[in-house]
């Protein structure tokens, strides 16, 4: 396949958002860098979580730069595994838990 | 067991090669125009305060990363004659420290005798040891109650606190006895207060990226090997693999060599180049030439010191203020908190 709409050279275009609107990118680039520095949590935890938002949220680029993030943090595969699964169990139990407003209608509108 | 380059007879063995390599492929700014935009080029020695000798490329390991292209198959190892022509430099210097380095430093069979005339001499020895080769046979067993004798300061590569990332960096089984290692190290003193005896971890990356907080790291190791294994130690050092030998063919090799050097370039730190460890350190091959680190001495880039590249010709005055050869090899060392064997230098 010679295109797809995610490049992994775009990843380092991040800042490109500027070009179009540089006040906004400007305050989130900053955000952005305040967000992961060390403070109540470390780096390190903050990495772990970014991780497992990265999939819970399935954007490509998040998971390729904190992959490499995490490792740099010294993260193993079991712990960044474990990440991923609570994602996993987030998104499925976000899924299973409206389960109980189904049961709430089934009940509401049968004999 | 991997073999190393040289016994593959891969292309990249040669330190030609590897030069060609680093200055051809991939672009980038050269290094020394980096330096010049910083006001740092010429970049000169500001003395020697560390003669580190690399006593052989001999090991028990085969590390994946190892810049040296170390390995039980490798036989170059340095002779009684030139450790003596060291051991003369330090008796006409104040040089304060040596470094041991390898290979295994302690498969030299005069290893044991260099170290007890370094220690003569009053001057504080480092050691580089591998761990697993207090283990590799019963004539290494003693080797932390001989450390202790002469106050050796140990510094020993740890790139994870799992089984699974050191023996994939560092061979099959390498962790469980690097474990064993350390626990026999701090049961004669190392690593624990008061006893100044000093056991240092090394951190290398294990695998094309680079090195997060020393800090955050050492706390990291500290808290797991202790909880996991009852290990302490002193310090942790986090070193950035630089593109050399082994660690060169695998970035290649595994098409990362590309998006590797563009990270460690768009890292370089000024405030990191100018405390490059290879301004106050020369490194002795094996053979006794000198270099100014010791991934110039995989990459047989010699000091620039006319009629002065051997270590029975040394000449003290033009080395402790030598212009440094550089390469593309050395955003390495420049790349964010900085990288030496003493670990961030930033």
């Known amino acids: 396949m010679d295109k797809t709409y995610y490049n992994p050279d775009d990843l380092k275009k991040f800042g490109d958002i500027a070009e179009f609107q540089p006040e906004l990118a400007e305050k989130f680039f900053d955000y952005y860098g305040s967000v992961f520095k060390e403070g109540a949590l470390t780096e390190r935890e903050k990495s772990l979580i970014a991780l497992a938002v990265s999939h819970a949220v399935q954007c490509p680029y998040c998971i390729d730069a904190y992959t490499k993030d995490s490792l740099q943090k010294g993260v193993d595969e079991e712990q960044m595994m474990e990440a991923v699964h609570v994602a996993a169990a987030i998104r499925g139990g976000a899924s299973l838990v409206h389960g109980v407003q189904m049961m709430n209608k089934v009940k509401e509108v049968t004999m | ?346």
């Open chain 2, 1 to 346: 067991m991997i073999k190393s380059l040289q016994a593959r007879q891969e292309p990249l063995a040669k330190s030609e090669a590897q030069v060609a390599w680093l200055e051809n492929e991939g672009g980038g700014e050269r290094f020394s125009s980096k330096l010049q935009d910083c006001g740092l080029y010429p970049l000169r020695a500001t003395g020697v305060t560390v003669l580190q000798v690399n006593l052989g490329k001999m090991c028990n390991q085969v590390c994946k990363h190892c810049h040296v292209d170390a390995g039980p198959d490798r036989k170059e190892i340095m002779t009684k004659e030139t450790m003596q022509q060291c051991l003369d430099v330090l008796a006409s210097t104040d040089i304060p420290v040596v470094d041991l380095t390898g290979g295994a430093p302690e498969m030299n069979p005069h290893f044991r005798w260099f170290v007890e005339e370094i220690s003569a001499l009053g001057r504080k020895v480092m050691v580089r040891c591998n761990l697993t080769i207090i283990l590799a046979n019963p004539k290494y067993h003693d080797l932390p109650e001989f450390f202790k004798k002469h106050q050796v300061e140990v510094v020993s590569s740890l790139p994870a606190v799992t089984a699974l990332r050191t023996d994939a960096q560092r061979g099959k089984g390498v962790f469980d006895k690097s474990i064993k290692a350390l626990q026999m190290l701090n049961a004669v003193g190392y690593g624990q207060e008061g006893t100044g005896l000093k056991l240092n971890l090394v951190y290398n990356p294990s695998g094309a990226f680079m090195s997060g907080s020393q800090e955050a790291l050492e706390k990291e190791f500290k808290s797991r090997l202790s909880s996991r294994f009852d290990i302490i130690f002193n310090q942790l050092y986090a070193i950035t693999n630089l593109p050399v030998s082994r660690f060169l063919e695998f970035l290649v090799e595994s098409g990362n060599y590309d998006a590797y050097m563009d990270g460690l370039i768009e890292a370089f730190n000024p405030a990191a180049a100018e405390g490059v460890m290879c301004r106050n350190t020369i490194s002795v091959g094996w053979d006794g030439y000198l270099y100014d680190c010791d991934f110039n001495q995989m990459l047989d880039l010699k000091v620039a010191v006319k009629n002065g590249v051997h270590i029975k010709d040394y000449n003290a005055i033009a080395l402790n203020e030598r212009e440094i050869v550089l390469g593309q090899h050395c955003y390495g060392c420049t790349a964010g908190a900085g990288s030496s064997c003493g670990g961030q230098t930033a």
